[in-house]
């Protein structure tokens, strides 16, 4: 049932990028301009932490590779 709240459909590097920049961002609550602004870094890092982005889900995306399954009658 979680597999079709949330289906994986980011690609592994993608989820790299995203955990890095969400911590980058995050980081501003604590040096820097010190904005609240900087807790909106939650969205990528939990988003590439789970593998899973609603937005893709919604608008049907995909950046994981799928693989096919053959089957033989």
Do not use: Q
């Amino acid at each position: 049932m979680l597999a079709k709240l949330l289906p994986g459909n980011e690609h592994p590097l993608e989820r790299a990028v995203r955990v890095v920049l969400g911590l980058v961002v995050l980081s501003l609550v604590f040096v820097g301009p010190r904005t609240p602004w900087a807790f909106l870094g939650v969205v990528p890092l939990v988003t590439g932490l789970l593998g899973s982005c609603p937005l893709y889900t919604l608008l049907g995306i995909s950046t994981c590779p799928i693989r096919t399954k053959t089957t033989t009658t």
